[in-house]
């Protein structure tokens, strides 16, 4: 054995036998506090007895974890994945009571309650100290790393990685480029600020199209296309259906159609990984990927990300941790909140907080850890999403103090992976971005008394219900959460086919952007017909101080956009007479116009008032800071990379468009990867829109 080789395994010994060490202490303590936990028999033991019995069982229980955890837990792969995260406290303490059982003479016992809690403590004060240890010189971390991450690569595999760089994409959903600019600025994010002040990355506003959400972002990102994506969710006279973006049933099928579409695979489709993102980008390796989420069997990978993850059993004890913290957080706030009677506000009872906590520490700590385990493997591109601050942001404010919490911790998990890429068997250059920002401003029902389909229907001579009916939440997190529960994953009572009147019309919102159906016509009805058959509906929206513009289409000039006092401009002429559309800036016209294109463009686009002012709109869902329509920082996210790329666009031009964003991603990877990248073939078909194994390092969130 050579001499760097022994050292390395006198290393691995002396870090095991300090664990164990610790182990064995920890368990006495335990045993002095729980009247439940005894490490003595029933007629008393010397100390050195005591103390003996305690080594064999932390043995005993090391061991166990280090062999048996693994293979339970992918015995419960099928279990939903949250249910999972709970069962391993029961499987854990299961463990503890079978590593008693095997000390000589029994004196080890434990109740059921109270090998879970001992079992817990040990597994974090295990993990927490063997962490500690490793770190204590980087060819140690760099070892532990590589071995979590990779435990089922054979041995002669792990030599020298390839020598071109990979790439690693890390959406910050939600998070706009002047919120990010404010954050670095004051100190929030020192990491990427720390990026921006050496030079080593160029940060770069992009514009989104019309519809400013995920679901068109990045599957236009990831795809290419995001052709015929009027919104977060529409409405299909041709399949009678809702499309929503976060289902996985849409998600697969909106990622069918774009390859479809292109004729192209998508962004990931040499060996690269998808994580956490609705779309797969074409990766071989998908985990926590929405479109995926809906097959059946044993094609489903969706959720390999979370076996990945809680296959080391202390990463369940501290992000459950973490998890009940956030819980007291969120409950805290939003009781500030209420009891200071903060404006705007929203709703953030009933299992919100719940669902704040999955997105901003179960999910985030998941999609980084698969993140680094794909570095560690020396992937060529990774995809990754984070939600944590769009969720808040919805419910708290896009420049909260609740939401620049989460913009802190955001940071600290893109520095762990910025120190992971040290460590990886091949250079890793590290791109940031987001789909789309957000715009704060109260809702519309907050400001008039009444929502969008209220609105709509008295328009049309319905009767209004006098209990307004809560809209639904189109925040990615949602839909994680139900996908990880392995429930159906539908809003409400948002179904794939309505079953209202099919004379009455479907009125969807999307933040500040909303549709109007009328199913029982099949095709898009013209601006004639609407008046013909409901006189008083679109004058009635348009002159409502609380929308925009509308966009329908006229027999007589074709698609227009209707305002205030009667304002009727022809699509064609918004350059020159721009109209209800001057207050939302330059792009507005050419992103109206795109979206009229499309085949499923609903017959009434609504557009909420937007203040230029303030840059606050008015969302048709229950959220204080929305995007989804035109109007404000929604519609402005960043695109932050290494300066060692070619510039996204030429001095002086803007980057417009996620389309126009997966051109020069691509154009990214074949500078870092070479010429085997496939050619991006969406730039060269014509459009008919012209114009884990994953390391079980826990991403430690401090502040829990």
Not at 112 to 140: F, H, I, K, N, Q
Not at 610 to 623: K, S
Request: a neutral charge.
């Amino acid at each position: 054995m050579g001499e760097g080789r022994w050292r390395r395994f006198a290393g691995t010994c002396w870090r095991s036998i300090a664990v164990w060490a610790v182990s064995t202490v920890t368990m006495l303590v335990l045993a002095g506090i729980l009247p439940d936990f005894q490490l003595q028999s029933d007629s008393g033991d010397s100390a050195t007895r005591i103390a003996v019995t305690a080594a064999l069982g932390a043995g005993a229980f090391g061991i166990l974890s280090a062999l048996v955890w693994p293979l339970l837990v992918r015995a419960l792969l099928l279990v939903p994945a949250l249910v999972l995260g709970l069962a391993v406290f029961f499987l854990n303490g299961g463990l503890l009571i079978f590593a008693l059982a095997l000390v000589p003479d029994g004196r080890g016992e434990a109740n059921p309650e109270t090998a879970v809690v001992v079992a817990a403590v040990m597994s974090a004060v295990a993990s927490a100290t063997g962490g500690a240890l490793a770190v204590r010189d980087d060819d140690a971390y760099r070892r532990r790393l590589y071995r979590l991450a990779d435990r089922r690569r054979r041995r002669g595999s792990a030599g020298a990685g390839p020598s071109t760089p990979g790439t690693v994409f890390l959406q910050l959903d939600g998070v706009g480029h002047d919120v990010l600019r404010d954050a670095v600025d004051r100190g929030v994010m020192p990491t990427v600020g720390a990026w921006l002040g050496a030079g080593t990355h160029r940060l770069t506003p992009w514009r989104t199209d019309w519809s400013s959400q995920t679901g068109a972002s990045q599957l236009g990102i990831l795809h290419g296309s995001n052709y015929d994506v009027p919104a977060f969710r529409w409405y299909e006279k041709d399949t009678r259906e809702i499309q929503v973006s976060n289902r996985p049933t849409s998600a697969a099928e909106l990622q069918r159609r774009a390859i479809e579409h292109t004729g192209d695979g998508g962004l990931l489709t040499l060996d690269g990984a998808s994580r956490g993102n609705l779309f797969s980008g074409g990766a071989e390796q998908v985990a926590l990927v929405l479109s995926v989420a809906a097959r059946r069997g044993k094609e489903n990978r969706s959720r390999a990300g979370y076996f990945a993850y809680f296959s080391d059993p202390a990463n369940a004890v501290r992000t459950a941790l973490s998890f009940v913290a956030e819980v007291v957080r969120e409950t805290g706030q939003s009781t500030r909140a209420r009891l200071t009677r903060q404006r705007p506000r929203v709703g953030r009872g009933g299992l919100y907080p719940f669902i704040r906590a999955f997105a901003t520490v179960v999910e985030r700590d998941v999609v980084v850890a698969a993140v680094i385990g794909d570095m560690l493997a020396g992937r060529s591109a990774v995809y990754a999403d984070l939600v944590a601050y769009d969720e808040v942001a919805h419910h708290s404010g896009p420049v909260s103090r609740d939401a620049e919490k989460v913009l802190a911790r955001l940071d600290r998990s893109l520095a762990l992976i910025a120190k992971v890429a040290e460590h990886a068997p091949r250079p890793y250059r590290i791109v940031v971005l987001s789909d789309h920002g957000q715009s704060p401003g109260e809702t519309f029902r907050a400001r008039y008394g009444l929502g969008l389909q209220d609105l709509v229907r008295a328009g049309c001579g319905l009767p209004v219900p006098r209990r307004a009916r809560r809209t639904h939440s189109g925040a990615e997190a949602r839909a994680a959460v139900r996908a990880a529960l392995r429930r159906p994953v539908e809003e409400g009572g948002e179904k794939h086919r309505p079953a209202s009147r099919r004379s009455e019309p479907i009125v969807l919102a999307s933040g500040n952007l909303g549709l109007v159906s009328f199913p029982d016509v099949p095709h898009r009805m013209s601006k004639e017909e609407i008046d013909a058959r409901h006189p008083a509906l679109l004058p009635t929206l348009a002159n409502h101080p609380g929308i925009g513009f509308l966009l329908v289409r006229s027999e007589e000039h074709g698609a227009v956009v209707l305002g205030a006092r009667g304002a009727e401009i022809p699509l064609a002429d918004l350059d020159e007479c721009p109209g209800p559309l001057a207050d939302f800036g330059a792009h507005a016209a050419d992103a109206v116009r795109r979206t009229d294109s499309f085949p499923h463009t609903a017959d009434i686009m609504v557009n909420s008032w937007y203040d230029p002012a303030e840059g606050e709109v008015l969302a048709f869902e229950e959220q204080i800071g929305s995007h989804g329509g035109l109007g404000g920082a929604q519609g402005h996210p960043f695109l932050l990379a290494p300066e060692v790329f070619s510039p996204p666009v030429a001095r002086g031009a803007e980057l417009v468009g996620a389309q126009q964003v997966h051109h020069v991603l691509r154009r990214w990877l074949r500078e870092g990867s070479g010429p085997q990248v496939p050619v991006d073939k969406s730039r060269h078909e014509p459009a008919p829109d012209a114009s884990f194994t994953a390391a079980t390092v826990t991403p430690q969130d401090k502040s829990a």
